[in-house]
């Protein structure tokens, strides 16, 4: 069935350093994947999403990269701050067809200063 | 713009009731999907509403249902509540439409069921 899995499940990382963060899909039709921030007691946010025609986006501090001959995503956060630390959530839909996401199981970032 | 709204923030039920739970979408959004979040499962979509018509469902037992209304809010409601229910119930909004190439969703800050 319809699996998305993330890695690692929590991450730490000295400030300024750099954050990965890996997800894989199971269903080859996905072509649109977003990446959620959840900081405590809120709603997970978007802070960034690519399609399956683009190979990588990118929006200042923060990257996404997409294999879809191996069906997998990441997340690159470059020179971590405090205040990225939060829970990270990849997901895959299928754009058109579909109207759920499939979400990966977070990966909790802590940025030590 | 407001973002996506929800209410009650928390709620505390016990086994066997029933509770409703709301959620107002973005303006201009008409697709509103609902999730549960568990420390366990992580988010699980529930099912999802576009023009008063649920158009997907999750694999979750028919206790849950929702519906949304002309305006496009939703109601998500859980009957005969388990301790195993209690979670975080999340609502999505999108501007999605059908074939529509864009489907972002955008969250609330969901509720927090307790049961006991």
């Known amino acids: 069935g319809e699996n998305v899995e993330q890695h690692p499940s929590t991450l730490s990382v000295q400030e300024g350093d750099s954050a990965v963060i890996k997800c894989t899909y199971s269903?080859?039709?996905?072509?649109?994947f977003p990446w959620y921030k959840q900081e405590l007691g809120k709603g997970p946010q978007l802070i960034i999403d690519?399609?399956?025609?683009?190979g990588e986006k990118k929006d200042q501090r923060i990257a996404v990269t997409l294999n879809k001959t191996a069906k997998h995503f990441s997340l690159h956060i470059t020179e971590t701050q405090p205040e990225d630390s939060a829970v990270y959530f990849c997901a895959a839909s299928i754009l058109g067809r579909t109207y759920k996401y499939i979400f990966g199981t977070g990966t909790r970032l802590k940025v030590l200063a | 713009k407001a973002g996506v709204t929800q209410t009650p923030r928390y709620l505390i039920k016990t086994r066997g009731q029933q509770v409703t739970l709301s959620c107002s979408p973005i303006?201009?959004?008409?697709?509103v999907s609902w999730y549960q979040q568990t420390p366990g499962q992580g988010l699980q979509f529930l099912f999802e509403?576009?023009?008063?018509?649920?158009?997907n469902k999750g694999n979750f037992p028919g206790r849950f249902s929702g519906r949304q209304f002309s305006n496009s809010r939703s109601e998500m409601n859980v009957s005969t509540l388990e301790l195993g229910d209690s979670a975080l119930y999340l609502c999505a909004s999108s501007l999605l439409a059908s074939g529509a190439r864009r489907s972002t969703q955008y969250f609330g800050p969901g509720t927090r069921l307790t049961v006991l």
């Open positions: 690519i399609r399956s025609n683009v």
């Open positions: 303006s201009g959004h008409r697709s």
């Open positions: 269903d080859s039709a996905s072509n649109y």
């Open positions: 509403y576009f023009s008063e018509t649920q158009r």
